[in-house]
């Protein structure tokens, strides 16, 4: 499975789980209600699928570019970290606004769920690839333009 459909095939199962985890999460880290903290995990959803796209367009266009194919350690460890660390910037004062608390507390809860979500993606992309295969831009075939 290759392209647009490999993307949106990983983004629902990917974002499935998280807004599971990140409701919950978001709840025991605040005084917020299961369904506040899952509506703040949608939205959350809903600006990480977009960073996911963009993240990871770019992340596959760097890839196809490189000497060394295939996602060793060291790959899926900085993509995990870059994905995760562009989404801090994003989500800190969506959450410091919908929890009402201050942007310290905010980066405090978020990094607590960083912590989950950066062993989450190493173990969601290695367990999407062995199940999908891997993209062309990691078996070195062409890319469309």
Known sequence: MQGLQRRIVYI?????????AASAGLALMSDAGLG?????AVGASVIAV???LTFNALFERWESRQAVRGRSLKR??????????????FLVPMLAWGLGVSL???????????VFFLVYTF???WAFD????LPASAMGEAQPA
């Open 12 to 20: 629902s199962l990917y974002e499935g789980i998280a807004i599971v």
């Open 123 to 125: 173990v969601f992309n």
């Open 104 to 114: 310290w507390q905010a980066l405090v809860m978020d990094l607590g769920l960083v």
């Open 50 to 52: 977009i960073w996911n």
């Open 76 to 89: 899926r460890i900085a993509h995990a970290i870059g994905f995760e660390g562009g989404l801090i910037a």
């Open 130 to 133: 062995r199940v999908f295969g």
């Open 36 to 40: 506040h903290s899952g509506l703040l």
